[in-house]
């Protein structure tokens, strides 16, 4: 039996999490959960799985949710909030393995804490390896906690390393689907829209992570997080456009043999297999491999997708610049939306704040913060102002 704590309960993975906690009574036990501001879900959640804390994001929610339990009658379940609540649900003394799914840093000083005691974590988050990497994998060597990604690129990358050795591997491919404009002419990138953009070919997403996606920064994410996870540099994790997204991603080992991870689409296989690991357990989510028609596979141009090529920089940076490339991004895809910003203007953004930004490594969480909050900043002044009435 594992006691688990969801971080981020009430999104997509957090319920993904639930369902498999349903399915398997008796192999997982719902101790902890954080919440966000959803206090009707959060009362949901509270009624069928009666954990011993929930936190939400904040003080009103915490009171909504407190008065909501109170005038049903349900008791025994502590209710807390902000980062504190966060890091007192990862933190639980009762809890086994924490599912980090909470979007961006706002989970990241709690996904520390669980792997400083050693906890199993089930990674979904991956701002928080892109931002503190660095410091979550080597507190996890001097702690012995066990990271298992739940990110189904990075699933399927940890799946097909079990086919070899680290010192056997040559390098990694993660598989994109290209977004919505791989084929777009360049001459029309400059006019491309956010309803454009939001326009999936494959995936049903966020807003953040749709465009992140189309300018396939999201994929350079995904470079620097699995540098991380797999002590990789970032010449040998590679990105090839596969627009079926059959496959997930695929290892290729030094005497030329690739292992590739195919499975449904449904985000309840990857964290099956991070909450059973090392065991596999018997589900229902079968392939059909009848719909197997033909597989594509293509190079990523880089002067289309300007974002990867700077993601490929920041990783071989480290550090701050890992930071800011994550923390501009996330300011010039909301003024994106916004209307405020183009849709080249996006990369322009990043370029122009790892320029400004220094290199060098935080030694603590507090100095990813801080140098998140200062990227942040940069990115704000380097946006368009707005025009002055005359």
């Known amino acids: 039996m594992k006691n688990i704590a969801i971080l981020g309960s009430t999104g997509s993975i957090g319920t993904s999490t639930l369902d498999i906690c349903q399915r398997y009574p008796d192999r997982y036990h719902v101790i902890a959960l954080a919440a966000g501001k959803n206090v009707a879900t959060a009362l949901e959640q509270c009624r069928q799985w009666r954990p011993a804390v929930i936190s939400m994001a904040d003080e009103p929610s915490a009171d909504a949710l407190t008065q909501q339990l109170k005038s049903e009658g349900i008791t025994g379940i502590e209710v807390v909030h902000g980062t504190a609540g966060t890091v007192r649900v990862a933190t639980?003394?009762?809890?086994?393995?924490?599912?980090?799914?909470?979007?961006?840093?706002?989970?990241?000083?709690?996904?520390y804490a669980a792997v400083a005691l050693g906890r199993e974590i089930g990674l979904a988050n991956k701002e928080a390896m892109v931002a503190a990497g660095e410091l979550i994998i080597a507190k996890a060597r001097e702690t012995g906690a066990t990271i298992l990604p739940i990110d189904s690129e990075h699933n399927a990358i940890h799946q097909c390393m079990r086919?070899?050795?680290?010192?056997?591997?040559?390098?990694?491919?993660?598989?994109?689907?290209?977004?919505?404009f791989r084929n777009t002419p360049l001459a029309d990138f400059a006019g491309i829209t956010p309803q454009q953009a939001l326009k999936h070919p494959t995936w049903v997403m966020g807003q953040r992570i749709t465009i992140d996606s189309a300018t396939m920064l999201n994929k350079g994410l995904e470079i620097i997080e699995a540098c991380r996870l797999f002590n990789l540099p970032a010449d040998r994790v590679r990105v090839t456009i596969h627009p079926q997204s059959t496959i997930h991603s695929l290892v290729e080992y030094v005497d030329g043999s690739?292992?590739?991870?195919?499975?449904?689409?449904?985000?309840?296989?990857?964290?099956?297999?991070?909450?059973?690991?090392?065991?596999?357990?018997?589900?229902?989510?079968?392939?059909?491999?009848a719909t197997l028609s033909h597989l594509d596979f293509q190079q990523p141009d880089l002067a289309r997708f300007p974002c990867l090529r700077l993601a490929y920089e920041a990783a071989r940076a480290g550090g701050t610049h890992c930071i800011?490339?994550?923390?501009?991004?996330?300011?010039?895809?909301?003024?994106?939306?916004?209307g405020e910003l183009p849709f080249l203007g996006i990369p322009e953004t990043i370029e122009r704040v790892l320029a400004a930004t220094p290199v060098r490594t935080p030694a603590s969480i507090a100095e990813v913060l801080a140098a998140d909050e200062a990227a942040r900043h940069l990115a704000r002044e380097f946006l368009p102002q707005p025009a002055h009435a005359a």
């Open 324 to 338: 800011a490339l994550n923390a501009a991004d996330e300011v010039a895809v909301d003024a994106f939306l916004r």
């Open 163 to 180: 086919g070899g050795t680290p010192a056997e591997v040559k390098q990694i491919w993660l598989t994109a689907s290209g977004g919505p």
């Open 92 to 111: 639980h003394p009762d809890v086994t393995f924490v599912v980090s799914a909470i979007v961006g840093v706002a989970g990241l000083e709690a996904t």
């Open 258 to 289: 690739i292992l590739a991870q195919l499975s449904v689409t449904d985000m309840r296989l990857p964290i099956l297999y991070a909450m059973a690991y090392p065991e596999r357990v018997a589900s229902d989510l079968t392939f059909d491999l």
